[in-house]
């Protein structure tokens, strides 16, 4: 190491140790925070809790702050032509009252990635700091404003060029150190409406998506805190793949889902073949679920048979199949949905038993009462008319019978997937979704209050009771309860006789009175050993307790982040459409790689299938990771119209090769991958399984092609393009993306012919 970069990285090595050292600092007082809030709960009175809560769950903010040191807190450093410099992070520190380190996601900071030659913004010199953890070990420099740089040391061969160096490893990487102009764009733009990030392979879409969503956290804190943004993804690999990102930015409330993990308690990881793919995701897919929800279940009775007055009333298959379009009239025109129609269903059941009534000396209503409250008619309804589970719903689509608005050839296509499953795919989970929206949830069963008598004879131990309760102990005499508090939080004590209920009210309305409330009068009630005591009336009621946390609303996002969206069918559009109805968004998709066979053809044809119309465009118009040489050579798949991306990065290894023995060649092909990379084997989805057992190195990945998009690969060995084509109508669009994944090596190895696109390309 020459001796100025040994002097710069010492000097930067003491700014990074005074900021671990006041780290260190503020996680102590985090920790004391959390304790003291502790012990003023268990010390003080009931407001202590209060206070608890709030000083516990600071400080439990405050420390997953502080522990994002993986790649190293400080990164940066910017020095302007006024002589000023600051030092940039992954979060703002205080040294005193002066700034020590800026959290990148402050207006301070933004000249650190907006800052060209071209347009220095002041910036003489921008500095990235490598470290590892709280270690500098090495600097890079670019120097933006050189005729002012005066004594400034410049070191390096520029950050970005450096960063693009680096091995990617099994997780995505941050990119704070190196985000560039038209990134830092867009992931500082508006958060209302919609902000399209559209760009080619590499040119960091994803990576800017999560820093967008790190900053919009950090500039709307108040809004978009406890999980309001959503984070949507193409697949559970992809998903996967990207979850190390924001937590290196210090933020974990974003809710990071895939594709097939939108409903809930299902996770789908594969997906259909492209025909069915076709099926499912057409808009058609929903008049087919629309009927299939009206439709009575397999196991329902086909008769009902009862006795009343002397008579056998029977209503017969053909019976209750008109029954159960008159239920679905009824429902239909007052908008009952199906799993809170059994009301409706019992209603019309008992009409067509009257039908089958000889009634000229009986009263139809009394019939209806009685008739209505037999349980055998209880228990057919229940069993006709059933509460159904999108799940029981779908898998009746393996009878071919019940798909209704399909053609014959589709409608058996369909009902074999669903013959034949083990379990449900990424194409069914918007299927799904549709059937919890059209099937609606049950009315809930009216739940009324526990008598006090009986909660005191099934209680065992204390319990809590939901206001304040005067009640006198047999060994401590008169003491005073809180909402929600098993144990006392005041006790008289022998000043106040047992007999001396005035006198033991009246400490009470003191004690009441200094926790806030004011006490207008006295009632009965229970303590929370079930004892008799007295419950005070309170000049303002205490807030009524909410419903249990099982039963509560989930909050609306308020922010959705879509990864790869070109790839969405018109059923998937829906699914995220209702997700979406209330937030803001930011879609991020490259046209080129949209693969699905019912992708949209446009950006304004899929925002419009979402039900979103005005977009904020923002183009990333320069690849960073994958080299030249393997971009101009994956471009020759490109879709005609679609301009390919411009690569930044020079270097890169294409070998495209024609063998005989194919298993051979990629078998010496994978031992001979770089062992210190990360290395993939991608091929068509088919021949991927059987390439799975074949590839004997531990640290080399068999991905099937249609689950890579998104994913990168220093280096990546293509199997047979041929096959990757015919394996889908947009075959070529699949070919694209795979031909992406590579950021260092590519090698291309085939038995066909390569598609006519890739023909007399270098070899």
């Not at 439990?60 to 702050?65: N, P």
């Not at 009524?544 to 959705?560: F, M, T």
């Not at 979103?612 to 183009?619: A, P």
């Not at 194919?662 to 290395?679: E, K, S």
Request: net charge negative; charged share 25%; proline share 7%.
């Amino acid at each position: 190491m020459s001796d100025a970069r040994g002097r710069e990285i010492a000097a930067e090595q003491q700014v990074v140790d005074r900021v671990y050292e006041l780290l260190e600092g503020m996680r102590r007082r985090a920790n004391d925070l959390a304790g003291e809030g502790h012990r003023r709960a268990a010390a003080g009175p009931a407001t202590g809790l209060v206070e608890r809560d709030a000083m516990v769950h600071q400080a439990a903010v405050r420390l997953r702050a502080l522990d994002v040191e993986a790649e190293g807190i400080v990164f940066g450093r910017l020095d302007f032509d006024d002589g000023e410099s600051f030092h940039i992070g992954r979060l703002g520190v205080r040294d005193g009252l002066e700034p020590l380190l800026i959290d990148w996601r402050a207006p301070a900071a933004a000249a650190f990635y907006r800052a060209t030659p071209g347009e220095p913004l002041g910036v003489v010199r921008r500095r990235v700091i490598i470290c590892r953890g709280s270690k500098v070990v090495d600097l890079d420099d670019d120097v933006l404003s050189p005729d002012r740089a005066g004594d400034l040391r410049v070191l390096g061969e520029g950050a970005l060029l450096a960063a693009l160096r680096r091995s990617r490893g099994p997780h995505m990487r941050d990119i704070v150190s190196t985000i560039q102009r038209e990134q830092d764009e867009a992931i500082r733009a508006p958060a209302r409406g919609v902000t399209l990030i559209s760009g080619g392979p590499g040119t960091g879409k994803t990576q800017v998506a999560l820093h967008r969503a790190a900053y919009l956290l950090y500039t709307n804190r108040g809004r978009f805190t406890d999980g309001r943004i959503l984070v949507v993804g193409p697949s559970t690999v992809f998903t996967r793949y990207i979850s190390r990102v924001l937590p290196s930015l210090g933020e974990e409330s974003v809710h990071l889902r895939a594709l097939g993990e939108l409903v809930d308690s299902v996770t789908a990881t594969r997906r259909d073949r492209a025909h069915v793919a076709r099926i499912k995701g057409d808009d058609r897919m929903r008049n087919v679920l629309v009927e299939l929800i009206w439709q009575p279940p397999p196991s329902a009775p086909r008769r009902l048979r009862l006795v009343y007055a002397g008579q056998v009333l029977t209503l017969d298959a053909e019976d209750l199949a008109v029954v159960r379009r008159r239920v679905r009239t009824r429902c239909e025109a007052s908008g009952t949905r199906p799993n809170a129609a059994g009301p409706t269903a019992a209603a019309v059941l008992v009409d067509a038993l009257w039908q089958k009534v000889d009634g000229r000396h009986l009263d139809r209503e009394l019939f209806a009462e009685d008739v209505g409250d037999r349980n055998e008619l209880l228990g057919f309804r229940q069993a006709w008319w059933p509460t159904l589970a999108p799940t029981e719903v779908l898998s009746w689509l393996g009878d071919p019978a019940r798909v209704i608005g399909l053609a014959p050839e589709d409608a058996e296509t369909l009902a074999a997937t669903y013959r034949s499953r083990s379990d449900w795919s990424v194409d069914d989970v918007p299927l799904l979704d549709e059937l919890a929206e059209l099937l609606g949830e049950p009315p809930a069963a009216p739940k009324a209050p526990e008598p006090e008598w009986r909660l005191r004879e099934l209680t065992i131990g204390t319990r809590t009771v939901a206001t304040f309760v005067l009640s006198c102990g047999l060994q401590e005499g008169w003491e005073l309860y809180a909402p929600h508090l098993p144990t006392p939080i005041a006790l008289a004590g022998p000043t106040i006789d047992n007999d001396a209920i005035g006198a033991a009210q009246r400490w009470a309305e003191a004690v009441i009175l200094r926790e806030g409330h004011h006490v207008v009068g006295w009632t009965d009630g229970f303590d929370p050993h079930g004892e008799e005591g007295y419950v005070p009336v309170l000049a303002e009621p205490l807030p009524v307790e909410g419903p249990d946390d099982d039963s509560a609303i989930e909050e609306p996002y308020l922010h959705v982040i879509l990864d790869e969206a070109q790839d969405l069918s018109p059923m998937e559009c829906r699914m995220i459409a209702r997700r979406v109805e209330y937030a803001s968004m930011t879609v991020v998709g490259d046209l080129g790689q949209a693969t699905h066979p019912l992708a949209a053809e446009s950006w304004p044809q899929l925002l419009a299938r979402i039900g979103k119309r005005e977009i904020r465009t923002l183009e990333l118009h320069t690849g960073y990771r994958v080299p030249q040489v393997i971009a101009e050579y994956a471009a020759r798949a490109l879709a005609p119209g679609i301009a390919p991306t411009r690569s930044y990065r020079p270097g890169g290894t294409l070998s495209v090769r024609q063998v005989d023995d194919l298993h051979a060649a990629l078998r010496d092909a994978a031992r001979q991958a770089p062992r210190d990379a990360a290395v993939a084997v991608i091929a068509a989805d088919d021949r991927a399984e059987a390439l799975a057992g074949l590839i004997d190195a531990p640290d080399v990945a068999v991905v099937p092609a249609s689950l890579v998009k998104g994913l990168e690969y220093d280096h990546v060995i293509v199997v047979e393009p041929a096959e990757i084509v015919a394996a889908e109508p947009r075959g070529m669009n699949r070919l694209y993306v795979v031909l992406t994944r590579a950021v260092a090596t590519l090698v291309v190895l085939h038995h066909e012919a390569l598609p006519a696109a890739l023909r007399d390309a270098p070899q």
